[in-house]
């Protein structure tokens, strides 16, 4: 009995707990994607401008598109799609004043606006990964697997590692 009473007592509590979920009579698109709902891709950071005032990143308003390129300054005004040509991978130099980067396979040195473009390394090999030393004298790079470094100033170009 006692066994019986405390069965029955459970069902009642277990019972009364369950209740069946009520369905709207229509469900509306306001419904389903309730805030926030954010189309497209959220925007990825790429890099700084060289003066430090503008921003860029990859951004899509919308799922279907590709990712494009936007800069806007640190105000977050002037919003507008980037340049075609904008240099995105550079190095800046120690005192700011000039960028390394790497152009059509070759390492170019330019000021840190981007005028006075020069070819500082042309070879058959591809360059890559240039760091500048801490006083701007001269920078490292990466050139078929082997680091090399070259002056700014004063021009030298030294091979520092041999693959075997």
């Known amino acids: 009995m006692r066994y019986l009473l405390s069965l029955l007592i459970i069902s009642f509590i277990s019972a009364s707990g369950l209740q ?16 926030p709902f954010i189309p497209g891709h959220r925007p990825n950071f790429s890099h700084f401008s060289p003066n430090g ?14 990712m494009k390129l936007y800069q806007v300054g640190l105000s977050g005004k002037n919003f507008k ?12 130099s120690p005192k700011g004043d000039k960028v390394i980067y790497s152009k059509g396979g070759k390492l170019m040195l330019a000021n840190a606006d981007f005028s006075n473009e020069r070819v500082i390394v042309a070879s058959k ?18 050139l078929d697997g082997d680091v090399w470094i070259t002056g700014v100033e004063k021009p030298y170009v030294n091979q520092v590692t041999k693959r075997k």
């Open 53 to 66: 005032k503008t921003i860029y990143y990859w951004w899509s308003d919308s799922t279907a598109d590709k």
């Open 20 to 35: 069946a979920q009520s369905f709207p009579e229509e469900l509306t698109l306001k419904e389903i994607f309730e805030d």
């Open 81 to 92: 799609k980037a340049p075609e040509d904008v240099v995105r991978n550079y190095e800046l």
């Open 125 to 142: 090999g591809r360059q890559y990964s240039p760091t500048w030393k801490s006083d701007g004298s001269a920078f490292a790079y990466v």
